[in-house]
């Protein structure tokens, strides 16, 4: 049986029973923290509660969850190695860059025919996380992920989408790619791994449910792509009956197999310092691990959704997206 890396190590497939494709633990910018969270950011708490949140979305029976923080919003693999060893949670974490506009410094002058002329930087660094490990961890990345988020993507963010695709080529890694659905960033992304020999079966556009757009939704998974159904809790961005009248929508269409769920939730945000605990529960009170397990399966299946339509979302799509590709080097 084929494995997928995890932070405690290799898993099999069959195992990773009920997943949510798009959840991080923590989302942060280091240098926010080391130098302004004194006040509101105490690792060991911070940890705990993880780590408590993690088993109470494992009591209600999810199994896995699929961690897409890279570089950009805060990847810190020792710290996850602390949690999931604290937690019978399967975590599968990733590589890549969360970059809207501007390319980091650290790769603007190294690569093809720039001031230090080598081969793509970041296809030779994400592509050492997912073969050797990150850094010293022993921690494997299984998949990759970019961002696309404005219309057009600047010079910089196409670099790194197409950088990614190499690696994927490289690797046979899968690719989560956060698009914009108000600007169907989702087409820019399947233009440009189309163009690089991504297989695009691999490929999971993130916050495609931000759209209600079925014309968009249904272009996007006849390509082959999945379709990320992950933001459930974030109303401010399409609210919660609407992501579900789509799926309903979608799923009644046959596209039950090219739709994962998920919240995009974390147990702490930064962007928010010391009002995070206070303006959460009244900005977004949904926006935690538990909701979809509570309240959207129920009223999925309350709209039509069948049990094997949310087993195909839940359990059957994220073991394919995982499944190493035939002739893929993973
Ligand atoms: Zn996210």
New binding site residues.
Partial sequence: MAVVETVRGPVDLGNLGQTLM???VF?LSTEHVQNYGSDWWDEETMVARAIDKLNAVYAKGIRTIVD??VWG?GRDIPRMQRIAAQTQLNIIVATGLYVYEEMPHQYSYRGPGLLIDIPEPMVTDFSRDITQGIADTGVKAAFLKCALETPEPTSGVERIARAIARTHVETGAPITV?TSGPHQTGRIAVRIFREEGVDLSKVMI??AGDSNDLDYLTELADAGVLLGM?RFGLDLFNPGAERIKTIVALASRGYAGSMVLAH?ANCFIDWFGAAHDQIRPVAAPNWHYEHITDDVLPALLASGVTQDQIDTMMVENPVRYFTPAKDGAS
Wanted: no cysteine.
């Fill in positions: 798009h959840e991080h989302v897409p923080t919003i956060h993130g916050h992950d995009d």
